[in-house]
């Protein structure tokens, strides 16, 4: 296949903070942006070259988009799967949306992971109070009810410590296919971003080791103090991941490992993210290619780069307030700043991230 | 001074590629971002909050501007020095009217050049024939006749060997001040891009070394291939220059070097550029932050960045149909590359560059 030549438009539907940095990889390669995202103050459209303003399954929207646009990809996981297979009839969209579905299923998820022969926690589909019970009898406790679709940041999810919480539990879900997850006693989490292309080379940047904080990724640290074949295998399953999801573009693998610095370690698949992902940040300050450009040169058929970096790193999100700490960190020579223009700090609210370069 | 705080809002006056960059390195510091630009498909506005189409000079449009803004900037030097002065009573404007009168006038230029203790080429102010008679037997032939203002990359000038294409160069200049230069044999064209920030502090980037092909920058290679102290005295007369001119902002001065690679070497102011220059778009590959963060970090009064670089590069510009290597050059993984939006590929029309690291 030819890629998108110059000038070519690429729709992103989503306009968050992702959607502005694949806007701007976007540009820098010479492609021009519509975003497709209700909020007329979005971070994505203020860089964008357009933006149509409405619902993401806006069905004349959608049509719209298509009209304008080369190629259309997403930046977030819960953009409705019906809208984008409507797309695909008229537009290549990147990822597809079958990997998009299963992304967005927890359960779906869990089961491709062992189809690809990673392990993942003890898991358990949870459709009633008596799905519920059966499943504890399977993890033991404590463990985790989630939904199985449209949860983030750990919104939609329950830590289950006691029986007689699995009533309250199983309400909360609020009538939505639920899973539940055993809880994993992990050293550390890592993840891997990579990226596949359109005639299926593989990339993949080094794992990070990520810390959260209230469910909010914190940091990411690179390289992660894991066993070396913690990493390899982490790689190997990413790609094996991709592979079978037939994927294009740049995805997040997230992983729980026990005795991540012995070769007797255990590594499990936590989540999967068909899309850049918070912990490939740090990729814009110590590589050739940002995970963004990778990713528009994913769905463009252009060539991906090397994802090597030139230097270990610290990537620290900024969440709220935090964001005031802008003159501080311009202080730092070994600070790389990225804001995201939002224009109201709220608490929990991602506002940027600083990578600081070692 | 506080520094601008985050969604502060940036005006740039011109919406070229220069525009660009820096309404994107704005966007990284969570700055917002309005070009004054009369095109409307400009490079810069795709990428910027907003833009006011109209004039460089149009009143109502300044008002505007300065209404929207919290600082203004511009991207090049033939913006209306008036525009400036006027905009400078109601509004921070880096660089001030001062730094952008002389370094829009050759005579100034070199005057001042003279004036830190630099050489410049010898030269004549030309306002006659008899001053173009006087000049010539002053700097010998070849010479080089130019307009004081408003040229660049090669416009507005005129190379005479001959004694009897003095009247035919006087009327080239069609009545515009002109300047006399003695046409220098130089072994190798050098460039300062340097940062002056509000409390004085200053940042110089690594000399590059810069081949032309006609009259346009072709490639910047950095480390120049020159003696140490020829860097060291370029940068010295960058430094004294921005002192001079109480600069504020990026800055760019070009030199002319003869024995380029002895201690017995001549150096010669060429040009100053009171802005981002297209000799330091490596920056943006092989340095923590850019010359354009830099300079929208030295006009918004956060703290000047290193300067300095992490790899050995070379910069090659694309002209008109070169943007059509896209392609070839992301397969390259040593190549970091920026188009910049421009609809139309001209001959001789920059339309991006590409950064290869060492």
Redesign the interface.
Known sequence: M??L???STIGIIGGGQLG?ML??AA??????TVILEPDPNAPAA????DQIIAAYDDEIALESLADQCDVVTYEFENVPSAAIEALEKVIPVYPGAQALKISQDRLLEKQMAHGIGAKTAGFHAVNSLKDLEDGVAQTGLPAILKTRRLGYDGKGQVKIDNMDELPSAFEAMAGQDAILEAFVNFDCEVSVIAARAIDGSFEAFDVAENVHKHHILHTSTIPANVNESVKATAIKYAQKIAEHLNYVGVFAVEFFVENANSDGFNICVNEIAPRVHNSGHWTE?AC??SQFEQHI?AISG??L??A?R??DCVMLNLIGDD??D??KH??D?????????K?EARPGRK??HVTF?K
Chains 1, 2 share one sequence.
Not at 27 to 32: D, E, I, N, T
Not at 46 to 49: D, F, L
Not at 333 to 341: D, Q, S, T, V
């Open positions: 030819t890629a030549a110059p000038n502005r806007a701007m540009a820098h390669l010479g492609y021009q203020q860089v964008a070259n300050a050739v290619v040169r252009l060539a780069s090397t090597k030139h230097s964001v005031n802008l003159e311009a202080k020579e070994k600070a790389k700043i990225h804001l995201y223009g224009l506002m940027g370069l």
